[in-house]
């Protein structure tokens, strides 16, 4: 059976991807718009859809969050309490649904970029696999056995606290915990504490060091919970040269020898920026599947 033909939508906190296709190499039709205010953003994907809309089985998406996604919740496929402005209590997936006259799959961005890696990337391989996105803010989705760890709510893990090196001046930029993970190594913590990017400081700079250590002592604790068999680390902060491989070293220092891991561990997405969208077709193409 050929793979079904849906619609992706991967709304970002800066960005909208939408993208038409079966796979990570049939993507067909795609656009970018900017996340503007809740109404015309959203229009912007539908009137994409609406374009493209021949032959579309199902649309996905992998929205940035806090998100509801609590089918029997009839806030199902909404934003909750986001503290982006404007966009709590935004109905995404039900306006979508609403418009195109078709079923729509929705989790979070990083469950959905995990689904994608998972099934064309550099999870395809592992059991339990765990996404982090590290860009204007942090997250991680996990997909266990090819479906994504919802929980409660969704996993949070951004938002871990880390141990802070009493010698490292920076308080963080997380506005409820600080010096948590995404108040550490977010991109715009990064660009407070530096004033430039991670790419524009030498690798060898303390001040990058605080960081990488910060992510380190993340991995670790990420690691001995969840216990992945790898762990893709995306977004713009990952597209610093030698990240990964610097978080594999700070990884190991933190796990202080009681739990090992391979140099491929730690690894960027093999779909590169095409990991949301193609997480957002897995998502519509398994929720067909399982009619
Ligand atoms: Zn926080």
Redesign the pocket.
Known sequence: MSAALVGAIELGGTKINCAIGTGPTDIRAEAIFPTNDPRSTIAAAIDFLQRHSAGLKAVGVASFGPVCLDQNNPKWGYITDTTKPNWSDTAIAPAIRNAMGIDVAFDTDVNGAALGEYRWGALADCPAGLYLTIGTGVGGGLVIDGKPLHGRIHP?M????IKRDPADPFG?T??????????LVSGPAIMARLGCTLSDVERDSPQRGYVIDALGQSLATLTLILSPHRVVIGGGVAKTPDLHTDAIVATRKWLSGYATIADDFIVPPQLGDYAGVSGAIALAQDMLAVR
């Not at 951004?158 to 606290?161: I, K, M, P, S």
């Not at 997380?174 to 108040?183: K, N, R, T, V």
């Open positions: 949070e951004g938002h871990l606290r963080g997380c506005p409820f915990h600080s010096d948590c993970f995404e108040g």
